[in-house]
């Protein structure tokens, strides 16, 4: 039996690698775009920055120490230069895979921050594995800029995986949806006609708003957002506003809003303030060719007819009144069960014309 020789003593020394074989090395050098390992071989392994990661942004030397340890997958056992190539990032994704396989066989919701915003959808990283999200299943609700997602943290479940056709489907709809219904349950379960609740203004639209109650919408309609007159939502309410409100019906799923709290209803002390006789101040409201609407104060008009605005005759009230003047008038009559005040200008002309006629 011949000696060896003290090169192939080394060579025997070493253990021998295959392409596709998982080892683990001790980083020696980070240079700018490759990482360099010892692998127990009698070559050293090479992990470019291409095979690390996707993220061309990555600084390698504030990521990767000497004296680290990582695992990688041999690519080549000679790179031409008689260096080991190895890849970390396919390694890596592979594990991803699996990982992802899992989570969509036992339904496991993940976790991941939003790597890249696409036209159709989002992108996510899971283990170095890529999940797409398509824009239908990002929301429950239509989502015109998915900018806002970028690199926000998400929840999502895998809804398709087959990563032979690079298939890996990612869906937050259905999380969304499901948290809705439990939120919506549990808010039903707990209102009732009569409670005063706090919601945030969702949107408002011309007839009303609609009030999140954490787990359904509630409608505001217009006619009940004040005891006096509302002419247009938008310009009372804004979007993300906090709003105390009272439930005032619920049939089905459909949840009817007001706030028109009873404790301040104008109506309550009206019969003191408006009594007939009384001298009262109000603002035009609006006209009809037989008289005008008087607001004395929001939620409580009363009519001023056209054969009571003067002693003179008047054809129709916008002859000698505009909306939004400011008159004084007397009360003459008033209906509580009805809710019906009727106004006299002509009274106190009459007045004021008897008084002078006393003097001269």
Not at 119 to 131: F, I, K, M, P
Not at 162 to 177: A, C, S, T
Not at 239 to 245: A, M, R, Y
């Amino acid at each position: 039996m011949s000696e060896m020789s003290f090169e192939q003593m080394l060579d025997e020394s070493f253990k021998t690698i295959h392409n596709g074989e998982v080892v683990e090395g001790t980083v020696i050098d980070v240079k700018d775009d490759e990482i360099i390992l010892n692998i127990g071989y009698k070559a050293d392994g090479i992990i470019t920055k291409s095979e690390y990661t996707n993220d061309n942004s990555l600084d390698l030397k504030e990521t990767i120490h000497v004296g680290d340890t990582m695992e990688a997958k041999v690519l080549k056992v000679n790179d031409g230069e008689g260096q080991v190539l190895l890849t970390y990032k396919r390694l890596a994704a592979e594990k991803g895979n699996k990982r992802l396989e899992e989570a969509f066989e036992n339904h496991e919701v993940l976790t991941a921050p939003v790597a890249q915003v696409l036209d159709g959808g989002l992108s996510v990283v899971v283990d170095e594995a890529r999940v797409f999200i398509p824009a239908s299943l990002v929301s429950d609700t239509y989502e015109k800029n998915l900018q806002k997602y970028a690199g926000q943290e998400i929840e999502f479940v895998i809804s398709e995986f087959n990563p032979r056709r690079r298939r890996i489907i990612g869906d937050r709809k259905q999380l969304l949806v499901a948290k809705k219904a439990e939120l919506q349950k549990a808010l039903f379960e707990r209102i009732h006609v009569g409670d005063v609740v706090e919601g945030t203004i969702k949107n408002v639209t011309d007839f009303g708003a609609f009030i999140d109650l954490g787990g359904a919408d509630g409608l505001l309609h217009i006619s009940e957002m004040s005891w006096g007159r509302v002419e247009n939502p938008k310009k009372t309410f804004k979007v993300g506003e906090k709003l105390t409100v009272l439930i005032k019906d619920i049939s089905g799923d459909k949840i009817a809003l007001s706030l028109k709290f009873a404790d301040q209803n104008p109506w309550l002390t009206a019969a003191e303030k408006y009594a007939a006789g009384n001298v009262v101040t109000g603002r035009v409201a609006r006209m009809t060719d037989f008289g005008a609407f008087v607001e004395l104060e929001p939620g409580v008009d009363a009519l001023l007819h056209v054969s009571q605005i003067s002693q003179e005759h008047v054809e129709k009230p916008s002859d000698v009144l505009s909306v939004g003047q400011e008159i004084t008038a007397k009360v003459v009559d008033f209906n509580g069960e009805d809710k019906k005040i009727s106004l006299s200008m002509k009274a106190l002309q009459s007045k004021a014309a008897a008084e002078e006629a006393e003097e001269e």
